[in-house]
C-alpha cells in the first residue's frame, strides 16, 4: 500500500521560503519519479516541480523557476520542495504525487498523491 504524507506548510510572509517536505512509503521509491502539484481555490491542479528518481533530473514550471528546488533523499524515501522569494499568488495547497520511471507534468498521470499541504503567504 502506497502513503504519500506531506508537512511543513503553513503561514509565512511574502518574500519569506518554506520547505516541504514528502515522506513515501513506497517499495522501490527510487523507481519512482515524484512531483510536486499545488491548487489553489478556484484553480486547476498545476505543476510546480518534478525529479526523475535517481534525482539526477529536475523539472519546474514556469511560475516557480529560480525560486523553488526540489530534491530527494532515497535513502529517506523523502522528496523535498524548497520554496524561497514567496509571493502572495505561491497560496495554495500542495501535493506531492508519484508514478513510475518518467516525470510527465500532468496531473492525470500520477497513480498516487498525499493529502496535501497548505502554504499560505500574506502580503
Same mark, same amino acid.
Given at each position: 500500500?502506497?502513503?504519500?504524507?506531506?508537512?511543513?506548510?503553513?503561514?509565512?510572509?511574502?518574500?519569506?521560503?518554506?520547505?516541504?517536505?514528502?515522506?513515501?512509503?513506497?517499495?522501490?521509491?527510487?523507481?519512482?519519479? *515524484?512531483? %510536486?502539484?499545488?491548487?489553489?481555490?478556484?484553480? /486547476?491542479?498545476?505543476?510546480?516541480? $518534478?525529479?526523475? $528518481?535517481?534525482?539526477?533530473? !529536475?523539472?519546474?514550471?514556469?511560475?516557480?523557476?529560480?525560486?523553488? !528546488?526540489?530534491?530527494?533523499?532515497?535513502?529517506?524515501? !523523502?522528496?523535498?520542495?524548497? *520554496?524561497?522569494?514567496?509571493?502572495? /499568488?505561491? !497560496?495554495?495547497?500542495?501535493?506531492?504525487?508519484?508514478?513510475?520511471?518518467?516525470?510527465?507534468?500532468?496531473?492525470?498521470?500520477?497513480?498516487? %498523491?498525499?493529502?496535501?499541504?497548505?502554504?499560505?503567504?500574506?502580503?
Amino acid at each position: 500500500q502506497v502513503q504519500l504524507v506531506e508537512s511543513g506548510g503553513g503561514l509565512v510572509q511574502a518574500g519569506g521560503s518554506l520547505r516541504l517536505s514528502c515522506a513515501a512509503s513506497i517499495r522501490a521509491f527510487n523507481i519512482y519519479a *515524484m512531483g %510536486w502539484f499545488r491548487q489553489a481555490p478556484g484553480k /486547476e491542479r498545476e505543476f510546480v516541480a $518534478g525529479i526523475s $528518481g535517481s534525482g539526477g533530473a !529536475t523539472y519546474g514550471g514556469d511560475s516557480v523557476k529560480g525560486r523553488f !528546488t526540489i530534491s530527494r533523499d532515497n535513502a529517506k524515501n !523523502t522528496v523535498y520542495l524548497q *520554496m524561497n522569494s514567496l509571493t502572495p /499568488e505561491d !497560496t495554495a495547497v500542495y501535493y506531492c504525487a508519484a508514478r513510475k520511471f518518467v516525470v510527465l507534468r500532468d496531473r492525470r498521470a500520477y497513480d498516487y %498523491w498525499g493529502q496535501g499541504t497548505q502554504v499560505t503567504v500574506s502580503s
